[in-house]
């Protein structure tokens, strides 16, 4: 059977998601538990240090893009994105800390979030952010 591009590229995208999802996670438990920071700061610190091997693996193996990085068309989208999971993600990181104060509830808590943006990211970064179309416009 021959895997197809399209084929190729989710399982490159799901691949990047296996690495850099137990990264963020590492980092949040690092930041809460054993920093001792507070569960908003620690999920802060987490998504923005996650967000850049994200962003690089997504942008040089997922979709193949060599030619420079645009501000305008990838890095502030693409930053957008993280900024709305990064919202998300600290409201719900901050409830499960209001009610369970555990580490395990902050770090569930977290990856449910992002669960719920996973798809949706995927569907963004392929029509409007690193699109054929959109690599040839610039």
Known sequence: MKVTFLAK????????????APLGQVLLFLFAEIINLSAFTSNVLAV??????????????????????????????????AFLGLIISTIFVVVADSIWSIWIALNIANAIAYALLWVAKYFILEMYIFSETKQKGR
Do not use: D, G
């Open 48 to 81: 923005l240090i996650a967000t850049i091997p994200n962003y690089l693996l997504n942008r040089f193996w997922v979709w193949k893009i060599k030619n420079p990085h645009s501000f305008r068309h990838e890095i502030l989208p693409y930053w957008a994105i």
């Open 9 to 20: 590229k989710k399982l490159r995208y799901i691949s990047v998601s296996v690495f850099t």
